[in-house]
């Protein structure tokens, strides 16, 4: 995640700008509307990838 918000830094991107305080809290949510992590067994994570579905 590091890399991901140190390019949004250098391009200018303003986490205030669509109302997050931090690029960190920005990626976390974009993150959370488009994966959904579930335990699999001990220490184990799968992430699933969430439909998209354009309202219209």
Request: charged fraction near 30%.
């Given at each position: 995640?590091?890399?991901v918000s140190k390019q949004?830094?250098?391009e200018?991107?303003?986490p205030q700008q669509?109302?997050?305080e931090t690029i960190n809290h920005l990626i976390h949510a974009i993150y959370t509307d488009w994966l959904e992590i579930k335990k699999a067994g001990r220490?184990?994570?799968l992430?699933?990838?969430k439909r998209f579905t354009a309202k219209g």
């Open positions: 995640m590091s890399d949004l830094a250098a200018g991107t303003d669509y109302g997050f220490g184990e994570r992430r699933v990838n």
